[in-house]
């Protein structure tokens, strides 16, 4: 029987694991088949406190671990939950065919960004592909760059006009002849002097020399017809995905299947918390996540001393 065990790896898991352990509540940590989340996938982050230099994501992700093992959490490497019941604790989740039966449990399984499944783009994926303006877009190779932004919607608009203040110019391709952005965010987007839209188009493939993204090859949407536009960098922001199946049925998600969490990170569960990405649609952020890891280790331990039940 654990006490906790807290299912993934990055920034909220691990934050998770500090505070649990130090806790001396000796949580047994699920890392999933991608340890470190999506933030072990990425290059240097410049936006993490602490790091006035940046600090590559892996090691990041590799010293978070080693703090919260210094603690006493325990770790199921390269682990994946495959089955999970939340009838009244104890609760039992299914580890690689092995089921193992803990008191409080802690979700932070994260999302995974929409892809456009086009040629070149997992090949150039963090050399000038990426999924998130904040996180990337002040990196040296793309300042005073051409940029492109794929989407429509709000956070279109956002990563847009984030990348203004670092691109010589910003291509914003719709697949429609309209944004659906709400109408404040595409006033703005639109407005802007360095954003481009170009309608009716798609991607069709990122291309890349050098080991850097150099263009994209598009295709219009009503016409057919093909081009290549150069950029640095192709943003793209057609949404998210919250790696949340395993849960359908058992946790209150919203239409999109991100965790509903009540009073801090609550779930619809009593001693079931969630954190980071598989709840958080708006910010998104390495040190979000890491502090609603924080907040679930926090209310999990007063749970379990009967504070918070």
Known sequence: MENVIIIGSGCAGWTAAIYCARAN???????????????????????????????????????????????????????????????????????????????????????????????????????????????????????????????????????????????????????????????????RALGHPKIQPIWNTVVEAVLGEKNQVCAVELKNTQTGQTSKLDCAGVFVAIGHVPNTRLFEGKLELDPDGYIRVFQGTRTSVPGVFAAGDCVDRIYRQAITAAGMGCMAAMDAERYLSGSGS
């Not at 671990?65 to 089955?83: D, P, W």
Request: hydrophobic residues 40%; contains cysteine.
């Open 25 to 187: 509540l000796a949580p047994l940590v699920v890392t999933g088949i991608q340890p470190g989340g999506l933030l072990a996938t990425t290059t240097l982050v410049e936006n993490f406190p602490g790091f006035p230099e940046g600090i590559l994501g892996p090691d990041l992700m590799l010293a978070m671990q080693k703090q919260a093992e210094r603690f006493g959490a325990k770790i199921q490497y390269l682990s994946e939950v495959t089955e999970v019941h939340l009838d009244p604790p104890p609760f039992s989740v299914r580890v690689n065919g092995q089921i193992w039966h803990t008191r409080a449990l802690i979700i932070a399984v994260g999302a995974q960004p929409r892809r456009l499944g086009v040629p070149g783009e997992k090949e150039w994926e963090g050399k000038g592909v990426t999924y998130c303006a904040t996180c990337d877009g002040a990196l040296p190779m793309f300042r005073n760059q051409p940029l492109v932004v794929v989407g429509g919607g709000d956070s279109a608009c956002e990563e847009a006009l984030y990348l203004t203040r670092f691109a010589s110019q910003v291509y914003l391709i719709h697949r429609r002849d309209r944004l659906r952005a709400s109408k404040i965010m595409a006033d």
